[in-house]
């Protein structure tokens, strides 16, 4: 039984970037039954590759995985063109706390998350 879709997360493109690889396969399989398109990165340069060459609507992303991580990724990602930049930029973190990010453009959410929490962020107003 597939979970009903979020009218504010129905075609929304994401990209979820996330080193554990059961986390990541959870989170995608969560927010693509909640409607979502979803494309899935194992770390900041893989998502990067992605951004470059795609249009996402929201970025989520971890901040601590190994090659590039989740700062320097938001670092690029705020350089990008606005054609390529994302509206919404969500960082996810069970190390680190909302503050590590004060100033930037970003919203920051705890690891345990709450989904339904989570879609709703996805679904609001762009940073």
């Not at 990165?41 to 893989?46: H, I, N, Q, S, W």
């Not at 930029?89 to 100033?103: T, W």
């Amino acid at each position: 039984m597939s979970a009903e879709p979020v009218g504010r997360t129905r075609g929304v493109r994401v990209l979820v970037v996330e080193d554990h690889t059961p986390t990541r396969l959870a989170m995608v399989k969560l927010i693509r039954q909640a409607g979502a398109d979803v494309v899935s990165a194992r770390d900041g340069e893989e998502a990067l590759g992605y951004l470059l060459m795609q249009r996402f609507d929201v970025l989520l992303t971890d901040l601590r995985m190994p090659v590039m991580d989740g700062f320097e990724l938001v670092h690029h990602c705020l350089k990008l063109p606005d054609t390529h930049r994302p509206a919404r930029i969500i960082a996810i973190s069970g190390e680190y706390e909302a503050g590590v990010l004060s100033g930037q453009p970003v919203q920051f959410m705890a690891k345990p998350f709450d989904l339904q929490t989570l879609l709703d962020m996805m679904g609001g107003k762009p940073n």
